[in-house]
C-alpha cells in the first residue's frame, strides 16, 4: 500500500492481485480500512472490438461479471451478482457508473491525446492509441478463445474483457462507494492473447496510468 497524492488529490494505491476474490479484498480494505471516497480500478484487458487495438484505453460506463449466473443446456446464462441464479430471478445484470461521475469523464476525454505508442510497439508503424467509454466484462479466465471473444462482444456489446472490474464494482455497490474502472487493451482475447499480454502490458500501462491522472484531476 501506497500513500501520495495525484493531480492535487490524497490516493491511497493498492495492488489487488489477479481475479475478482483478490479484487474485493482490496477494494473492502481501501474502503473500510482507508475511508477511500472513489475507488478507481486501473489495469490491463483483452479487446473484444475489432475497432479497439492494442494500446487503446477503454472507461468502463457499465460492467458486467459474465461468469456469474445458473448453466443451461451447456450455456451460462447471466444474472446478477448475488441473486440466486434460478428462474424467475432474472432482471438487470451489471453495475452502471454514477452519471455525475460518467458526466466528468466524458468532459475529462474529450479531446485528450494519449502518448504515441512506441515504433516497437507497434511494428514500426505509427499509431496514436484512443480512448474509449463503454462496457466491460469480467471474469475469473484469461481469454485465450476466438469464438469466446466474440461470445462477449455479441451478448454484452463490451468493449473488453478483464478479471477484476466486475468484482470491485460489486464491493462499491454494497457499500454506496462510487467506483471507476480504466483499462488499457494489451491483448485481442484471441490465440495469440498469452503471447501480447505479457509484451504490450507494461507499455500499455503508460497510457492507462495517463488516463488516471487525468481523471483524479477532475474527481
Known amino acids: 500500500v501506497r500513500h501520495g497524492v495525484i493531480e492535487g488529490k ?6 489487488s492481485g489477479v481475479g475478482k476474490v483478490n479484487a474485493a479484498i482490496a477494494t473492502m480494505a481501501l474502503i473500510q480500512e482507508f475511508y477511500c471516497g472513489t475507488i478507481v480500478m486501473a489495469g490491463v484487458a483483452g479487446s473484444l472490438d475489432p475497432a479497439i487495438g492494442i494500446g487503446d484505453v477503454v472507461v468502463a460506463k457499465r460492467v458486467v461479471q459474465h461468469d456469474y449466473g445458473a448453466i443451461i ?3 451460462v446464462v447471466p ?3 448475488g441473486v440466486l441464479p434460478l428462474p424467475g430471478n432474472e432482471g438487470k445484470i451489471g453495475y452502471d457508473l454514477d452519471q455525475k461521475l460518467s458526466d466528468k469523464v466524458k468532459r475529462a476525454l474529450k479531446g485528450f491525446d494519449l502518448p504515441p505508442l512506441s515504433r516497437e510497439l507497434t511494428g514500426g508503424e505509427y499509431r496514436l492509441p484512443k480512448s474509449h467509454v463503454g462496457t466491460i466484462v469480467t471474469g475469473d479466465q484469461f481469454v485465450n478463445c476466438p469464438r469466446t471473444r466474440e461470445r462477449l462482444a455479441f451478448r454484452y456489446g463490451a468493449l473488453a474483457v478483464e478479471m477484476e472490474g466486475g468484482a470491485v464494482a460489486q464491493v462499491c455497490e454494497r457499500f454506496k462507494s462510487p467506483f471507476l474502472i480504466v483499462r488499457g487493451v494489451s491483448d485481442l482475447a484471441g490465440t495469440q492473447s498469452h503471447y501480447h499480454f505479457p ?10 496510468a495517463t488516463v ?5 484531476a477532475v474527481m
Request: hydrophobic share 60%; proline share 7%.
Open 199 to 208: 509484451a504490450f502490458a507494461h507499455d500499455v500501462s503508460v497510457a492507462v
Open 212 to 216: 488516471v491522472a487525468r481523471l483524479i
Open 73 to 75: 443446456d451447456t450455456r
Open 10 to 15: 490524497p490516493v491511497v494505491m493498492m495492488r
Open 79 to 81: 444474472f446478477h451478482p
